[in-house]
């Protein structure tokens, strides 16, 4: 690192951030003001700026921990990463310039200072990139584990009866997960019935009543009884437009109809105990 | 276009996104609730049949009006391999993935007008409109 950008940058700190304040406070758009209160996008700016200085002074080590924590606090806040791009751009820019108002920068040495600046700035920018991205990889993979584990239930309500409440999306990947669960499920629990409920599914579209009636089939194949509950008026509309059979389900609108139909086919059923209080 | 908003379809989930903003579109133009299930599903068809023929595309939803009419109206556009027999396919039970075969026809029945243009190699193109009344 030149020692004439680092003399120069640590001499006008000051300035230097307030000009960077300010053009960043034009450039940044509703979307970082909004989210924040003033202080607090002062303060993290000058822990920004501060952070790009030190980056001169301290070791490569130090800095790599201090701008993982950094950017683990900027995402925690929802700031766009265009944002920080940005923000390391316009310090360079305004550091530059400023420079060559004071004189340090001439016509002579413009090409050498400039090359040098580029070499310390484009590292920066690609570690905040990096480390945004981490963050962000870490996110999704965490919220596809916890996606799975909420994926498909299977809860025994009644000797012989269980119950498969699907909730959300069923894509490729959870149709898979319904039909295992279901089964290994059927044959644990010794399921003469399964009750699966819909209420929860948004869309049911071809693919989604195709996978039904596949997991079904399958559950017919180990012995037990397959029925569908939870189908909203607008759902089964949908369905008969679409032309789907599904004359070989006994389909109820509730679970609880579902349930009494089911304890009804292992011939039992719910009654009001007399004298009870 | 104004009235217009497109999603990419390229992944599983692109298919989400695409009914999402068209849930939410005839939301804003006040169909009501079997309408919008109807609109959802057709969306869901249309990018479904695009994720696993033709690979990616596009699908727009666009908000319509015509003479005091309002409606929507689902574009439904990819370069893929293309339909070789458009009555094949518009017939209930025909399926070349081991799907029901209720997707095309079901989406013309779920929506009030449909037009298909697709030719071999050089991929499909579904206008599908659904009125306001």
Redesign the interface.
């Known amino acids: 690192m030149n020692s004439t950008i680092l003399n120069f940058i640590q001499n006008n700190k000051d300035s230097i951030f307030n000009h960077w304040l300010e053009a960043t406070k034009e450039n940044a758009d509703e979307r970082v003001t909004k989210v924040v209160s003033d202080q607090v996008f002062i303060g993290t700016s000058r822990e920004f700026i501060d952070l790009i200085i030190s980056n001169i002074k301290s070791s490569n080590e130090e800095f790599t921990s201090k701008l993982s924590d950094f950017s683990e606090k900027i995402v925690r806040l929802g700031w766009p990463l265009s944002f920080v791009t940005k923000g390391l751009q316009t310090f360079g820019k305004i550091v530059f310039e400023g420079m060559q108002e004071a004189g340090i920068v001439t016509q002579e040495n413009q090409m050498k200072v400039i090359y040098e600046f580029d070499g310390w700035m484009t590292p920066m920018v690609n570690e905040v990139v990096n480390m945004y991205s981490a963050t962000w990889e870490r996110t999704v993979s965490l919220q596809k584990i916890a996606l799975q584990e909420l994926s498909a239930p299977l809860i025994p309500v009644f000797e012989g009866i269980t119950v498969m409440p699907l909730v959300g999306t069923i894509d490729t990947e959870r149709a898979k997960q319904i039909m295992e669960n279901l089964l290994t499920g059927v044959v644990k629990h010794r399921s003469e019935v399964v009750l699966i409920d819909i209420t929860g599914v948004p869309v049911v579209d071809t693919m989604v009543a195709h996978h039904i009636i596949q997991a079904a089939d399958a559950v017919r194949l180990v012995g037990a009884k397959c029925m569908l509950v939870g189908i909203r008026p607008e759902i089964a509309q949908t369905i008969v437009n679409l032309g789907i059979d599904l004359n070989q389900f006994t389909t109820k609108n509730t679970l609880k109809k579902g349930v009494e139909a089911a304890l009804e086919l292992t011939s039992r059923k719910i009654v009001n105990v007399e004298g009870a209080e | 276009m104004e009235n217009q908003s497109c999603v990419k379809i390229i992944n ?2 692109d298919i ?1 996104a695409a ?1 999402q903003l068209g849930r939410n579109v005839a939301k804003e133009l006040g169909f009501g ?2 309408d ?3 609109i ?2 057709a969306i ?2 249309l990018a ?1 049949n695009i994720y696993l023929y033709a690979g990616q595309g596009q699908i727009c939803i666009e908000k319509i009006y015509d003479g005091g009419k309002a409606g929507l109206r689902i574009v439904a556009v990819d370069s893929g391999p293309g339909i070789n027999d458009l009555r094949q396919v518009m017939e ?1 039970g025909y399926s070349t993935s081991g ?2 075969g ?2 095309l ?2 989406v013309k ?2 929506m009030d007008e449909f037009l298909i243009d697709s030719n071999p190699g050089t991929g499909t193109d579904i206008k599908a409109t659904k009125w306001l009344r």
Request: no cysteine; net charge positive; aromatic share 4%.
């Open positions: 599983e989930w989400v009914r609730t079997v919008q299930a109807r959802t599903t869901s068809e479904r209930d799907g029901l209720a997707g026809p079901g029945r779920l």
